[in-house]
């Protein structure tokens, strides 16, 4: 079992940054992949990024060069850096954790992660 606890989100404007951090406890060694995943209301969840145990990472192309996934040596702290925010970016942001191995095939999408986390706000105004 894994446990992971989102925090960081807020408000801010265009432009503007913030840091999520997942903390993750439980059977974190056996993870595969760590991802963020995004939902704003009326749409569906969305992968942004995903770093696997080795430290390989892979973004949406809607957050390439804007945001920056990374972990500590223990695996147990998801860190994505988000700059340059934009109103399109607002959503509820997930931490999730795959501990089947499916993130290497499903990468980004919601089906390949079986841990979730219970999501933080960011809302970005124009």
């Known amino acids: 079992q894994v446990r992971l606890v989102e925090s960081g989100g807020g408000s801010v404007h265009t432009g503007g940054s913030l840091r999520l951090s997942c903390a993750a406890s439980g059977a974190t060694q056996d993870t595969f992949c760590m991802g963020w995943l995004r939902q704003a209301p009326g749409k569906k969840r969305e992968g942004v990024a995903l770093?696997?145990?080795?430290?390989?990472?892979k973004y949406a192309d809607s957050v390439k060069g804007r945001f920056t996934i990374s972990q500590d040596n223990t695996r147990n702290t998801v860190t994505l850096q988000m700059n340059s925010l934009t109103p399109e970016d607002s959503a509820m942001y997930y931490c999730?954790?795959?501990?089947?191995?499916?993130?290497?095939?499903?990468?980004?999408?919601?089906?390949?992660?079986?841990?979730w986390g219970q999501g933080t706000q960011v809302t970005v105004s124009s």
């Open positions: 770093i696997t145990s080795a430290g390989t990472t």
């Open positions: 999730a954790a795959d501990d089947k191995g499916h993130c290497y095939t499903s990468g980004l999408m919601p089906s390949g992660y079986n841990w």
